[in-house]
């Protein structure tokens, strides 16, 4: 199987210059753990996963102990805390070559592009293992 066959073409993507309080409002009200940032030209220019946000915030944030400093981490841009030239697949890539990919880098998810650096959609280790049981259960 080739990631076209699992990937995700409902991504949700973000601008370089939006907001952390943005972000962390995304990752509040949604369940998955990955946004792509895409430049002004539509172009893939990083990632940012909700590990990369909450190792940005302060532990006090919404709490007694908060101070402004933590609240200031609010207003950082996605561009000073994201991932810039993530790793990256194709539709052709096979689901192997991925996964193995994912694990020896330490990643948990792959933007699909084109040659053009466009985004096509957006695979996670979570897609990878569903594929690989469903596959294993046939």
Do not use: Y
């Not at 709490?63 to 539709?91: G, W």
């Not at 890539?93 to 053009?116: F, N, R, W, Y």
């Amino acid at each position: 199987m080739i990631i076209k066959d699992i990937m995700q073409t409902r991504v949700v993507t973000v601008g370089m210059d939006q907001r952390l309080f943005d972000i962390k409002d995304i990752f509040d009200n949604v369940h998955f753990h990955h946004l792509v940032v895409l430049d002004d030209e539509d172009c893939l220019a990083g990632v940012l996963t909700e590990a990369d946000l909450l190792a940005e915030l302060s532990p006090f944030l919404g709490k007694a102990a908060e101070s402004q400093r933590d609240i200031n981490t609010l207003s950082q841009r996605v561009h000073h805390v994201m991932t810039r030239e993530p790793l990256t697949c194709h539709t052709s890539t096979s689901i192997e070559d991925a996964g193995s990919l994912m694990l020896d880098k330490g990643v948990s998810c792959l933007p699909v592009i084109d040659k053009d650096n466009k985004l096509l959609g957006l695979v996670t280790w979570r897609d990878i293992l569903a594929s690989l049981l469903a596959n294993a259960r046939r």
